[in-house]
């Protein structure tokens, strides 16, 4: 008779042997060779075996000299080659955040705005530029965060490259969230196989997916958001069944889509800074949902160790983990000492990992409910070792200090991956998101619901005031009008710069007011 030790190490074995591990391992055997013959930048961030920092701040533009101007960002470092091009982001205005990759160094950034527009960044295009030192002694969690880069007048770099502008998919243009974020869940950003690249080559993912937020449609305020994060291996694609449930006019999904071979620690904080600071995205008292499968629970529950209780912060009222391994998976433990290229989200993944003995060293913030969702059909031909749902130990998806701090535990009889196609499952989660209430009251959410002014605007109102006006412009009227009491601080200090009570200093302020004068017959529509 085998014994179990032995089978397990033969499950090990047919998983390392799998074709795309391989593959994996070989393209890593070869950073490694190139990295010994011609060492460079750019092939030390593509090695699992070396620290890269997540870089991201923003272009902050004090006057509208590029608003509609595409913008670039370069990082150089003389590390290996003399002023080596070791990352680039594209933008299509100013004032929007990006995200870079970087290995340890130094590196001077460079911000270029095609001011001719001939779809070149040219080295005497240059608006910005910021020296930047990464080591763990001045970025310990390996996150550079607001490394705001102020955009001045264009002057000449002359040892900086020229940049073609790349040919790319033409998507959704966003007045708040960074270009590109807006895709349908059937974009290619979202196959297979750039989810297994995130695994095994995170830098190369990254190259795809900058920022790691998506979203299906610009944002509306009065919508709940709702955040999904999948697991290792996954893709923002796999809640797609749970998503064609979801009540469309009241709630709004966004995504962490995530280089999941990556550290969890950093990802932890990475996802903090950009949906829980209130920095990013400023939610102000707006309750937040998040919804994650299998280790995305882990990165959450790592991100909540970031609270700092500050006012400003985002507030999520519900956070559902599905199938969790809140205690780490043994296998991690196996891959990490046996495997021919080991993930750092493997190590982290370790029962015995820092990561897992230090995730539970501060308590759930008391506002967040956190449903637990644990599955156990494991429809394996061989059944190893304990209970599991086929790929995650029952155990760990109870660890018992994660019991503690949820409120509520729901057990579906189905497999790892198969659950976020469970009706059961989908109607719990909707049924336990229904609990959540947006801060606008239901006669304010039925007006917006029903849309605002279909009305073609020309450039010169900015593509926010466009927005506002084409899905709540019949509400603002109704609250400039008195027809509507407003909700909040926010809403009466527009409201006063509308009438005229007060002097109108923002843009969106005073967009509306020539709105209101140039389409008098549309805005008497409402009354």
């Given at each position: 008779?085998?014994?179990?030790?032995?089978?397990?190490?033969?499950?090990?074995?047919?998983?390392?042997?799998?074709?795309?591990?391989?593959?994996?391992?070989?393209?890593?055997?070869?950073?490694t060779?190139?990295?010994?013959?011609?060492p460079?930048?750019?092939?030390?961030?593509?090695?699992?075996?070396?620290?890269?920092?997540f870089?991201w701040?923003?272009?902050?533009?004090?006057?509208?000299?590029?608003?509609?101007?595409?913008?670039?960002?370069?990082?150089?470092?003389?590390?290996?080659?003399?002023?080596?091009?070791?990352?680039?982001?594209?933008?299509?205005?100013?004032?929007?955040?990006?995200?870079?990759?970087?290995?340890?160094?130094e590196?001077?950034?460079?911000?270029?705005?095609?001011?001719?527009?001939?779809?070149?960044?040219?080295?005497?295009?240059?608006?910005?530029?910021?020296?930047?030192?990464?080591?763990?002694?001045?970025?310990?969690?390996?996150?550079?965060?607001?490394?705001?880069?102020?955009?001045?007048?264009?002057?000449?770099?002359?040892?900086?490259?020229?940049?073609?502008?790349?040919?790319?998919?033409?998507?959704?243009?966003?007045?708040?969230?960074?270009?590109?974020?807006?895709?349908?869940?059937?974009?290619?950003?979202?196959d297979?196989?750039?989810?297994?690249?995130?695994?095994?080559?995170?830098?190369?993912?990254?190259?795809?997916?900058?920022?790691?937020?998506?979203?299906?449609?610009?944002?509306?305020?009065?919508?709940?958001?709702?955040?999904f994060?999948?697991?290792?291996?996954?893709?923002?694609?796999?809640?797609?069944?749970?998503?064609?449930?979801?009540?469309?006019?009241?709630?709004?999904?966004?995504?962490?889509?995530?280089p999941?071979?990556?550290?969890?620690?950093?990802?932890?904080?990475?996802?903090?800074n950009?949906?829980?600071?209130?920095?990013?995205?400023?939610?102000?008292d707006?309750?937040?949902?998040?919804?994650?499968?299998?280790?995305?629970g882990?990165?959450?529950?790592?991100?909540?160790?970031?609270?700092?209780?500050?006012?400003?912060?985002?507030?999520?009222?519900?956070?559902?983990?599905?199938?969790?391994?809140?205690?780490?998976?043994?296998?991690?433990?196996?891959?990490?000492?046996h495997?021919?290229?080991?993930?750092?989200s493997?190590?982290?993944?370790?029962?015995?990992?820092?990561?897992?003995?230090?995730?539970?060293?501060?308590?759930?913030?008391r506002?967040?409910?956190?449903?637990?969702?644990?599955?156990?059909?494991?429809?394996?031909?061989?059944?190893?070792?304990?209970n599991?749902?086929?790929?995650?130990?029952?155990?760990?998806?109870?660890?018992?200090e994660?019991?503690?701090?949820?409120?509520?535990?729901?057990?579906?009889?189905?497999?790892?991956v198969?659950?976020?196609?469970?009706?059961?499952m989908?109607?719990?989660?909707?049924?336990s998101?229904?609990?959540?209430?947006?801060?606008?009251?239901?006669?304010?959410?039925?007006?917006?619901?029903?849309?605002?002014f279909d009305?073609?605007?020309?450039?010169?109102?900015?593509?926010?005031?466009?927005?506002?006006?084409s899905?709540?412009?019949?509400?603002?009227?109704?609250?400039?009008?008195g027809?509507?009491?407003?909700?909040n601080?926010?809403?009466?200090?527009?409201?006063?710069?509308?009438?005229?009570?007060?002097?109108?200093?923002?843009?969106?302020?005073?967009?509306?007011?020539?709105?209101?004068?140039?389409?008098?017959?549309?805005?008497?529509?409402?009354?």
């Amino acid at each position: 008779m085998i014994k179990k030790t032995h089978l397990i190490m033969i499950c090990l074995a047919l998983m390392l042997t799998s074709c795309t591990y391989l593959k994996y391992s070989a393209i890593q055997a070869e950073y490694t060779k190139l990295q010994n013959a011609d060492p460079s930048q750019i092939n030390l961030k593509h090695m699992l075996d070396q620290e890269t920092f997540f870089v991201w701040g923003k272009s902050i533009a004090h006057s509208n000299n590029y608003a509609n101007t595409p913008i670039a960002i370069a990082a150089y470092s003389s590390k290996f080659k003399k002023r080596e091009r070791v990352d680039t982001m594209f933008f299509k205005r100013t004032n929007t955040h990006y995200g870079l990759n970087l290995p340890e160094g130094e590196y001077t950034l460079l911000v270029y705005a095609d001011i001719n527009k001939d779809g070149l960044f040219h080295q005497s295009e240059i608006v910005g530029e910021k020296a930047l030192a990464l080591n763990t002694t001045n970025f310990p969690d390996k996150l550079a965060k607001h490394i705001d880069i102020k955009l001045i007048t264009s002057s000449s770099v002359d040892w900086a490259e020229n940049i073609v502008t790349p040919k790319v998919i033409e998507t959704e243009q966003s007045a708040y969230y960074p270009a590109g974020s807006i895709r349908s869940l059937d974009d290619p950003m979202f196959d297979e196989k750039i989810a297994t690249m995130g695994m095994y080559d995170p830098a190369s993912f990254l190259e795809n997916a900058k920022t790691m937020f998506y979203a299906l449609e610009e944002n509306v305020a009065h919508k709940i958001p709702v955040i999904f994060v999948h697991g290792i291996g996954g893709s923002s694609r796999s809640f797609k069944p749970i998503i064609e449930h979801m009540d469309k006019d009241r709630y709004q999904a966004w995504f962490f889509y995530y280089p999941s071979g990556g550290d969890l620690d950093q990802l932890a904080d990475f996802f903090y800074n950009i949906f829980l600071s209130g920095n990013v995205i400023p939610m102000g008292d707006m309750p937040m949902v998040i919804v994650a499968h299998s280790m995305g629970g882990l990165v959450v529950r790592e991100a909540f160790n970031q609270y700092e209780g500050k006012a400003n912060e985002n507030k999520v009222e519900l956070f559902v983990s599905i199938s969790t391994p809140f205690g780490g998976h043994p296998s991690a433990a196996s891959g990490e000492k046996h495997g021919l290229i080991v993930l750092p989200s493997w190590r982290d993944l370790n029962p015995t990992s820092k990561f897992i003995k230090e995730l539970y060293r501060k308590p759930l913030s008391r506002l967040v409910n956190h449903q637990l969702f644990y599955t156990f059909n494991n429809s394996g031909m061989v059944k190893l070792g304990e209970n599991s749902d086929g790929v995650v130990p029952l155990s760990s998806q109870l660890h018992p200090e994660v019991q503690k701090q949820s409120r509520g535990q729901f057990g579906f009889n189905s497999g790892h991956v198969d659950i976020l196609e469970n009706k059961d499952m989908i109607l719990h989660l909707l049924k336990s998101m229904s609990g959540i209430k947006s801060i606008f009251p239901e006669s304010h959410l039925k007006i917006l619901i029903n849309g605002g002014f279909d009305v073609k605007l020309t450039n010169d109102y900015s593509l926010r005031s466009q927005h506002l006006i084409s899905y709540a412009g019949k509400y603002i009227v109704m609250l400039v009008k008195g027809m509507l009491k407003p909700i909040n601080l926010q809403q009466e200090s527009y409201i006063k710069a509308v009438r005229g009570e007060a002097g109108a200093t923002k843009e969106m302020e005073k967009e509306f007011i020539k709105f209101m004068k140039e389409y008098p017959q549309i805005v008497d529509s409402v009354l």
